[in-house]
C-alpha cells in the first residue's frame, strides 16, 4: 500500500483545502468524500524566541487542521522565551479557539517542553512538531498516513540535510547515542517531528527528573518505530536556537541518564589496557632473560604510567557522570514547572466536516 493510499485512508480527503475566507487557492484545493477523519489531534510545539515564525506558523495550521482531524488542538509550550514570542502567543490565542498556550517558569529545554505540552494534550493522536517552520506543518499528512499501517511512533526525516557540515556532525553523534539508548533501529532517522498514539504517554507519565529524552521515553512503550522522509526547507526566519555544544551536552545526557553504554566502554577501555600492560610485562620479564637486563629509559616507564593514569581518570570520570546524574535525581528537581496556562477553558476546535454532522443530528 502507498503512502498516498494510506493518506486518502486516514484522513479521507484529497488534497487539503484552505477554509479561511479570501484565503482558496485553486490549484491547492481537495475534495473531501465520504470517509471519516481522525476522531481528535493534538499538536505540540515547544516555542522559545519564534516571534518570526509564529503568525506564519499559526496561519498554516489553520488552514491544514481542519482536513485532519474532527476535533484538534495545538498546545503550544512558551520555554522561557527572551523575545516577544510569549506577547505574540496570547495574542494569537484570543483568535485560534483551537490554540492552547503554557508558559514555563524558566527555560528548562526543548524536550522538558515537549514533556509539558505533551501531559496536557487531548487528543488520540500527537504529533510534535517545531516552531521555524523547517519541519513544515503540510508534512503532517505524511506521518499520519504511514502510522495508519500500524506504528506507534513515525518520525519524520529530512529528505536532505539543509544545515552545516558541524551542524550535522553533531546531529549524527546524537543518533547514534540515542540508537544505543532506544535499542531501535529507527534512532538513526529520529528527528523532532514526530507522530505518536496519546496511549504510549500511560510509560512514562511517572517519570520524574531534570534530564528528559522524548524519544527515550517513547522507547519505554513500544517497539513499533517508523520513519518517513519529508521536506526540510532550510531556516528563513530567526536564528537557529541548537548550537553543536547543546547536541552534544543532549548525548551526554541521553547516554549517561537513559543508558549503561558509557559505564561498558569504561570496562572495555579498562580491560583493553590490562591486557596492554600484561604485553608490557612479558616484554619486560623477556628482556631480562634474553639481554640480560632490564629496559632502559625514564621516558618509557613514564609513558605506561601516564597511559594507565589516564585509563583509571576516565573511568572514574564515567562513574562520576552516573554519580551526578543519581544526585540530581535524589534532589527530585522538576523536569518543568509552569508559570501560567491560557486557553485550555475554550471549548474543542471542531472541522467543517464535524460540525456539518452535528448540525444533521436532532
Known amino acids: 500500500m502507498t503512502i498516498k493510499q494510506n493518506l486518502r485512508e486516514v484522513l479521507g ?133 504511514m502510522l495508519a499501517e500500524g506504528y506507534d511512533v513515525v518520525y519524520g526525516f529530512p529528505k536532505r540535510e539543509s544545515h552545516g557540515f558541524l551542524r550535522n556532525l553533531a546531529s549524527r553523534i546524537t543518533k547514534i547515542s540515542l540508537q544505543q539508548s532506544m535499542g531501535a533501529q529507527a534512532a538513526s532517522r529520529i528527528s523532532s517531528f514526530r507522530a505518536f498514539r496519546a496511549g504510549l504517554r500511560g510509560a512514562f507519565e511517572d517519570y520524574r527528573g531534570a534530564f528528559v529524552s522524548i524519544d527515550v521515553l517513547l522507547s519505554w512503550g513500544t517497539t513499533r518505530f517508523g520513519a518517513v522522509p519529508v521536506a526540510n526547507p532550510p531556516r528563513t526566519l530567526g536564528a537557529s536556537n541548537y548550537t553543536i555544544g547543546k547536541l552534544i551536552s543532549h548525548a ?76 540530581f535525581r535524589l534532589l527530585d528537581r522538576p523536569s518543568y514547572a509552569v508559570r501560567s496556562r491560557n486557553g485550555f477553558d475554550a471549548p474543542d476546535a471542531v472541522s467543517a466536516a464535524a460540525a456539518s454532522q452535528q448540525g444533521k443530528t436532532p
Open 13 to 145: 480527503t484529497e488534497p487539503l483545502i484552505d477554509t479561511r475566507p479570501g484565503h482558496r487557492d485553486p490549484g491547492q484545493q481537495r475534495q473531501p468524500d465520504a470517509r471519516p477523519l481522525l476522531a481528535s489531534l493534538s499538536v505540540v510545539i515547544p516555542v522559545y524566541n519564534s516571534e518570526l515564525s509564529l503568525p506564519t506558523l499559526l496561519a498554516r495550521l489553520d488552514a491544514l487542521l481542519g482536513q485532519l482531524a474532527h476535533r484538534y488542538e495545538v498546545v503550544l509550550v512558551n520555554d522561557g522565551s527572551r523575545d516577544r514570542s510569549a506577547q505574540i502567543l496570547d495574542e494569537y490565542s484570543k483568535t485560534y479557539r483551537w490554540m492552547r498556550v503554557i508558559h514555563l517558569m524558566r527555560n528548562f529545554g526543548q524536550h522538558n517542553a515537549l514533556l509539558c505540552g505533551i501531559r496536557n494534550v487531548s487528543g488520540e493522536i500527537i504529533v510534535t512538531i517545531d516552531d521555524d517552520l523547517q519541519n513544515p506543518p503540510e508534512e503532517i499528512p505524511v506521518l499520519l498516513a
Open 252 to 327: 551526554m545526557n541521553m547516554m549517561t541518564g537513559f543508558s549503561t553504554l558509557p559505564l561498558r566502554v569504561g570496562s572495555l577501555v579498562g580491560f583493553a589496557f590490562a591486557l596492554f600492560g600484561f604485553v608490557v610485562l612479558a616484554f619486560v620479564v623477556t628482556r631480562y632473560f634474553v639481554a640480560g637486563g632490564s629496559v632502559p629509559g625514564f621516558a618509557f616507564l613514564a609513558s605506561v604510567i601516564s597511559i594507565f593514569a589516564g585509563t583509571q581518570l576516565f573511568a572514574l570520570g564515567i562513574i562520576g557522570e552516573y554519580l551526578g546524574r543519581m544526585h
